[in-house]
C-alpha cells in the first residue's frame, strides 16, 4: 500500500470547515467519522465483489488481513477484486466496528515514511526540480508596510546565472539559474524603500502601547454573574500582571514555492497547510477556474500554522506569469523571521476573589492581544471580540460563579498569525499561573484547589487526577527539585502536566529535568503519534518559555536568524513521560493540546523552588537572579 498527499479538490475539503487544510488540530477529529465510513465502505465493496466472484451470498464471508475468506476455505486478497469492487455502488452508510473489536486502531505501528526521512530521501518543497526551472530569491521590505519605491538592478545582473529582475508590489525578485546566484544577486540589488506604517517602531513602543489598551476601554468577552460585586464583598483579592512577546515560528524549511504557469492551467508545489487557499490564490493571480490550478502539497519541514499562509504562493505564480517559466521561490532566514505571521504579544490583569474558606468566587479578567482573525478571517470578531484571542480564558475547564473578562486590541502594524495552539499559547501561562497564585494564598494543595473547581466526571478532572497518580504528586521529590501543574482543555482534548525544575541561585538559570503528561484525546487512533506529538510539543513550549523572543527596532524586526533568536537545544529537553486516557470519549486534536501546559507548569515549580513568581516570559535568568539575590 502507498499513500500520497491528496491534490486540491472538493473530495478532500474538511467537512466542518469546507476547505482544505491543516490546522486547528483537525486532522482526525474532524475527519474520524468520514474516514471510518469510507473504511467501512470499501472492506464492504470489497467483500461483495469477492462474494459476487464465487456466486456466494455477502454475508457468510468475513474479511481479515488484507483478504476476503468464506467458512469453506476460499479466500482471496483486496488487490484481486479491487477493479471489480471498484464498479459497485458504494454504501451510503455501513455498519462500523465495535470499538472492541478495533484491530489497528489504537495499536503501536512503525511510521511508514519513519526510513525515508531518517534516510534522507524524502524530498521536502525547498528541493523541488522541475525542467526549465529558475529560482527565485526576493529582496523584501525591512519595515512593516514598506514598498519599493526605486531599485539599482546593475549590480544584481553582473552576477553571473542572474537571469532578470522583476519588481512586485512589495518585493523585488532577483531570478536565476541557481539558488546562491539569486541569493547573491540579491544582495548586490539596491532597493530604496518607502518608510512604512511605523518606522519609529521598537520593542519600547510596543509596550507602552500595550500598557496603554490594558488602562481603557475594552471589549466584553463573558459576563457570568457579578465579578465586581463579588470581587468587592470577598475575603481576600489576589491581583496580577502577566505579559508574554510576540513569538516567530522558526520553522526548519525556509517558505518556499514553485509554480508553473501555462496557457490553460497552473501548478504549484509547496509544504502548504491551506491547499485550498493556495489554490484561490493562484487561481485568483492567473485569471483560472480554480479546477485549473493543481496544488501538490510536498512534506513540510515544520509549519506550526504559518504554512497556512499564501503571500510565497502569490510570488512564485507571479514570478511564473511574468519568467514565462517554471519559478521556485526560496526565502532567506532573515526574510523567515523579518516577514513572519507571529504568535502574539499579550499583556493582561486578572484579579481573582477568595471567600473565608478559601474558595474561588470570583474571576476578573483584561486582556490585551492582536486580533489574528481581523485580518484573514474578520466576520468572526463579533463586537470588538476576536474568540481566538480569548480561547482559554473563555471556556477554562474551571466552574467559578463570578466570571468578567474583557478583550482590547492594540494598535500596531506587526502582522500575526497562527501559531500552535494559538490563543492557548499565552492564556494557559496566564490562567494557570494565577489559579497557582490562588492556591497559595488559600493555603491549598495546587491539584486539589483545581480539582475542588471542575466536576468530577468531567474530562479535565479525570486529566487531572490521572496525571496526579502517575506523577506520584504528593511524593517525595529528588533533593534540589520542584514540582508544578498546570492543565488545559483545548482543541478536543485535555492535557495536564508536571513539571520538576531545578534553579540555580548564584545565575538564575532553570533546569527542566521532567515533564509528565496526562492526556485524554478520545479514542487513541495513533498512540504512539500521541505520545510524539506530547513530546514535541513540550520541547518546544519550553523553548517558547525559556528563551523566545522577538525583538523590533527602526520599524521591523531585530532578532534575525537563528544566531539572535535563541531556540532550545537538544542536551536542555527534559524527560517527557506521556500517559494516555483509556477514554470512549469524542476524539480529539492532538498536534496543539501539548503546548499550552509546559511554561505555567514550569514557572509554578520555581514557585515552589524560589519563592518567586514568573510573571512575564521568556523566563529571564537576569531577572531571577536579581530577584534572589
Not at 78 to 101: E, H, R
Not at 146 to 155: E, I, V
Not at 344 to 369: F, K, Q, T
Request: proline residues 6%; hydrophobic residues 40%.
Amino acid at each position: 500500500v502507498r499513500t500520497r498527499m491528496a491534490l486540491a479538490a472538493e473530495p478532500f475539503k474538511d467537512p466542518e470547515w469546507g476547505i482544505q487544510a491543516t490546522g486547528g488540530s483537525t486532522s482526525i477529529r474532524h475527519r474520524w467519522d468520514m474516514l471510518r465510513k469510507a473504511g467501512a465502505a470499501a472492506r464492504l465493496m470489497l467483500l461483495r465483489a469477492a462474494a459476487e466472484q464465487w456466486g456466494l451470498d455477502p454475508a457468510t464471508c468475513t474479511t481479515r488481513a488484507g483478504k476476503v475468506f468464506h467458512p469453506d476455505g476460499r479466500s482471496v486478497g483486496y488487490g484481486d477484486v479491487a477493479a471489480k469492487a471498484a464498479k459497485l455502488q458504494v454504501p451510503l452508510d455501513p455498519l462500523l466496528k465495535n470499538p472492541d473489536d478495533y484491530v489497528f486502531i489504537g495499536t503501536l505501528k512503525r511510521r511508514l515514511d519513519m526510513e525515508d526521512k531518517v534516510q534522507g530521501r524524502t524530498a521536502f518543497g525547498i528541493d523541488t526540480r522541475l525542467p526549465g526551472m529558475c529560482v527565485a530569491v526576493l529582496a523584501h521590505p525591512p519595515r512593516f508596510g514598506a514598498k519599493p519605491l526605486a531599485f539599482d538592478a546593475d549590480g544584481a545582473r553582473k552576477i553571473r546565472g542572474v537571469l532578470d529582475i522583476v519588481p512586485l508590489d512589495n518585493a523585488v525578485a532577483v531570478c536565476a539559474e541557481t539558488t546562491w546566484a539569486a541569493m547573491q544577486g540579491r544582495d548586490a540589488l539596491k532597493v530604496t524603500w518607502s518608510e512604512g506604517d511605523r518606522p519609529d517602531l521598537n520593542d519600547e513602543a510596543i509596550t507602552a502601547e500595550l500598557q496603554a489598551k490594558l488602562d481603557g476601554s475594552a471589549a466584553v468577552a463573558e459576563n457570568t454573574g457579578d465579578a465586581a460585586k463579588t470581587l468587592s464583598e470577598a475575603a481576600t483579592i489576589v491581583e496580577s500582571v502577566y505579559s508574554v512577546p510576540y513569538v516567530a515560528h522558526a520553522q526548519l524549511e525556509p517558505t518556499n514555492c514553485t509554480a508553473h504557469v501555462e496557457k490553460d492551467r497552473c501548478r504549484v508545489w509547496a509544504p502548504t497547510q491551506g491547499q485550498t487557499s493556495a489554490q484561490s490564490e493562484a487561481a485568483r493571480i492567473c485569471g483560472l477556474p480554480p479546477e485549473k490550478v493543481e496544488v501538490m502539497t510536498t512534506p513540510c519541514g515544520g509549519g506550526f500554522g504559518r504554512r497556512g499562509e499564501t503571500e510565497v504562493v502569490t510570488e512564485a505564480v507571479s514570478l511564473s506569469r511574468a519568467m514565462n517559466r517554471p519559478v521556485k521561490v526560496v526565502w532567506t532566514r532573515d526574510d523567515e523571521f523579518a516577514h513572519d505571521f507571529f504568535r502574539p504579544a499579550s499583556i493582561c490583569r486578572i484579579s481573582g476573589g477568595l471567600d473565608e474558606g478559601g474558595n474561588l468566587v470570583a474571576w476578573s479578567h483584561r486582556l490585551v492581544a492582536a486580533s489574528i482573525m481581523s485580518r484573514l478571517w474578520p466576520t468572526a470578531v463579533r463586537n470588538g471580540v476576536d474568540p481566538t484571542s480569548v480561547e482559554g480564558v473563555q471556556g477554562m475547564p474551571y466552574a467559578i460563579p463570578n466570571r468578567r473578562i474583557e478583550y482590547a486590541i492594540p494598535d500596531l502594524p506587526i502582522p500575526v498569525g497562527w501559531l500552535r495552539s494559538v490563543g492557548h499559547s499565552y492564556n494557559c501561562f496566564t490562567v494557570e499561573s494565577f489559579m497557582d497564585e490562588l492556591a497559595h494564598v488559600a493555603g491549598k494543595d495546587p491539584v486539589a484547589f483545581r480539582l475542588g473547581l471542575m466536576d468530577k466526571g468531567s474530562r479535565p478532572h479525570r486529566t487531572l487526577s490521572l496525571l496526579a497518580d502517575k506523577a506520584e504528586w504528593g511524593g517525595p521529590v529528588p533533593e534540589g527539585r520542584a514540582r508544578g501543574v498546570a492543565l488545559t482543555e483545548c482543541f478536543g482534548s485535555s492535557v495536564a502536566q508536571m513539571a520538576e525544575v531545578s534553579v540555580d541561585r548564584k545565575t538564575g538559570a532553570i533546569t527542566v529535568h521532567r515533564v509528565v503528561c496526562a492526556v485524554d484525546c478520545g479514542t487513541a487512533v495513533y498512540p504512539d503519534a500521541i505520545t510524539a506529538q506530547m513530546e514535541g510539543a513540550v520541547v518546544m513550549g519550553l523553548s517558547i518559555a525559556l528563551n523566545e523572543r522577538v525583538r523590533f527596532k527602526d520599524g521591523g524586526v531585530a532578532t534575525l536568524g537563528y544566531g539572535r533568536y535563541r531556540l532550545l537545544g537538544t542536551r536542555e529537553a527534559p524527560v517527557v513521560e506521556v500517559h494516555i486516557a483509556e477514554s470512549r470519549h469524542p476524539v480529539g486534536g492532538i498536534g496543539e493540546p501539548g503546548l499550552p501546559p509546559v511554561a505555567p507548569a514550569v514557572a509554578n515549580a520555581v514557585f515552589v523552588a524560589t519563592g518567586v513568581r514568573l510573571k512575564e516570559m521568556p523566563f529571564s535568568r537576569e531577572a531571577l537572579k536579581s530577584d534572589l539575590a
